[in-house]
């Protein structure tokens, strides 16, 4: 007699939802929508064997203020993860490292509060408002991330301007007005942050 061995079929793995919750450089500000940071960012996490939807929850303008404002209605039951990109728009405005911080706090909060995973992508602050500000505003992401457990990444732009973050080496991959980057420059940009993501994606797994 032959015995006939039957396995059961693994449940497929169900598709990951990310939030992308940010300012005009995760909306895409100034490029074709399949230029921008959520579309590349998607197609790249695909092709490495994700099975992932990117939400892009960014808007141009944004501030911390702004993203702590519409994060509770935007962490919605499909979201699996977070990704925050958020604080240029205070450093242009000057604003307050404090509030910054308390703002941030209160998105990751949030995020906890509902056992979500975070990323947490930083920026460094010019010298514009004095070495004081930069040095209070550089520690925000890197100390709440610790406090919060999140993943971190130091700075968004570390895909164009290598680890020595020098600006003048990016601008080939930037746009006219010099702050946001244009389609090569977010391919850069992604191809460093793609694999933070995957942890994240992991960290839902």
């Known amino acids: 007699?032959?015995?006939?061995?039957?396995?059961?079929?693994?449940?497929?793995?169900?598709?990951t939802t990310v939030l992308a919750l940010g300012d005009s450089l995760t909306q895409g500000y100034g490029l074709r929508q399949a230029d921008g940071f959520v579309p590349q960012l998607e197609g790249w996490l695909k092709a490495q064997g994700e099975d992932v939807r990117v939400i892009n929850g960014g808007v141009s303008?944004?501030?911390t203020r702004g993203g702590r404002a519409r994060v509770d209605w935007s962490l919605t039951p499909e979201v699996d993860a977070m990704i925050v990109t958020l604080g240029g728009n205070d450093i242009l405005r000057g604003t307050d490292p404090k509030a910054?911080?308390?703002?941030?706090?209160?998105?990751?909060?949030?995020?906890?509060?509902?056992?979500?995973?975070?990323?947490?992508?930083?920026?460094?602050?010019?010298r514009n408002y004095g070495d004081s500000f930069k040095q209070a505003f550089d520690a925000i992401h890197p100390e709440l991330?610790?406090?919060h457990g999140a993943l971190y990444e130091p700075n968004f732009f570390q895909g164009?301007?290598?680890?020595?973050?020098?600006?003048?080496?990016?601008r080939q991959w930037m746009q006219a007005d010099g702050i946001h980057p244009n389609a090569e420059g977010v391919k850069r940009i992604v191809a460093r942050i793609g694999p933070r993501v995957e942890e994240l994606i992991a960290r839902v797994k």
């Open 145 to 147: 991330a610790q406090e």
């Open 160 to 170: 164009l301007a290598g680890d020595d973050g020098d600006p003048s080496v990016y």
């Open 61 to 63: 303008g944004d501030t």
């Open 1 to 15: 007699m032959v015995a006939i061995l039957c396995i059961a079929a693994l449940p497929a793995m169900a598709e």
């Open 100 to 126: 910054t911080r308390e703002n941030l706090d209160y998105i990751l909060d949030a995020a906890d509060a509902k056992g979500v995973p975070v990323l947490l992508i930083g920026l460094y602050a010019s």
